[in-house]
């Protein structure tokens, strides 16, 4: 049977947005946790005092979101999360925004920051042969704008990962797809210039050094560098972009 229920008094909202608030107060609440199957679709209408059209277009719009799973002839599950599955939302929304890569750099900052913290404290053997894995593949695409671009991706998405921290990890999915984008506009602009060879493949490896030493001051202090000079192969692109002459 379904997780426990309660409800709460009823107030001015619409029957959808109603319903919509208790599961989502349920989920918060923890009465309902993954893999727990909801009330049929009457007896919550009943509960609710809305109608059963309205149950299911709730169930389809949380369905549509990955939070339940439909399962005809069984009932709603609640489904576990994966944040990876929000990337293409996010990425419709944000990308109304004006300078969104930008914007998306600003939190990854923010995210690896922490991470590589938690990964000094918290990385297992695994994680820095992961990271290792990660650092060699980047070391081969150097030249490489495209493969280059998801080398870099998949070594900074390692760090995530071994910090062991659901929360970042989720973080770091939902903007995954953005993320991407951003590593390779990055790599397709500065892979030409004089020194890009030492600033790819020097400050990885670096990077996987601290984490490797549990030195989490270090590491955090070479993150930041590693985005200070990234930043600066942007300006110095840019700057040789507008000195180029134009081509018929």
Do not use: N, W
Not at 40 to 50: D, F, I, N, W, Y
Not at 92 to 110: H, K, P, T
Not at 117 to 135: F, I, K, P, V, Y
């Amino acid at each position: 049977m379904g997780a426990g229920l309660t409800r709460e008094p009823a107030d001015a909202a619409t029957g959808y947005d109603q319903v919509f608030a208790f599961v989502r107060e349920q989920l918060l609440s923890g009465q309902m946790k993954a893999g727990d199957r909801l009330l049929p679709e009457r007896e919550l209408a009943t509960r609710l005092g809305v109608s059963r059209p309205v149950i299911r277009e709730v169930l389809r719009a949380l369905a549509a979101i990955g939070v339940i799973e439909i399962r005809h002839g069984y009932g709603s599950v609640v489904r576990r999360p994966d944040f990876a599955e929000l990337g293409d939302l996010f990425t419709m929304m944000l990308a109304q925004q004006g300078e969104v890569v930008e914007d998306v750099m600003e939190a990854r900052i923010a995210i690896e920051r922490q991470a590589i913290r938690l990964a000094c404290a918290r990385a297992t053997s695994s994680d820095l042969a992961a990271l290792g894995e990660a650092l060699r593949r980047v070391e081969e695409t150097v030249k490489d704008p495209q493969i280059g671009g998801d080398a870099d991706f998949a070594f900074h998405a390692a760090l995530i990962a071994a910090a062991h921290s659901p929360t970042l990890a989720s973080l770091h999915a939902a903007i995954a797809v953005l993320l991407k984008r951003s590593h390779l506009e990055r790599r397709e602009r500065i892979t030409s210039l004089d020194g890009i060879e030492t600033y790819l493949v020097e400050h990885h490896r670096e990077l996987l050094a601290a984490v490797a030493a549990r030195d989490a001051d270090s590491a955090d202090r070479l993150l930041m560098q590693h985005f200070a000079i990234g930043t600066e192969y942007q300006r110095r692109a840019a700057a040789e972009r507008d000195r180029s002459p134009p081509t018929s």
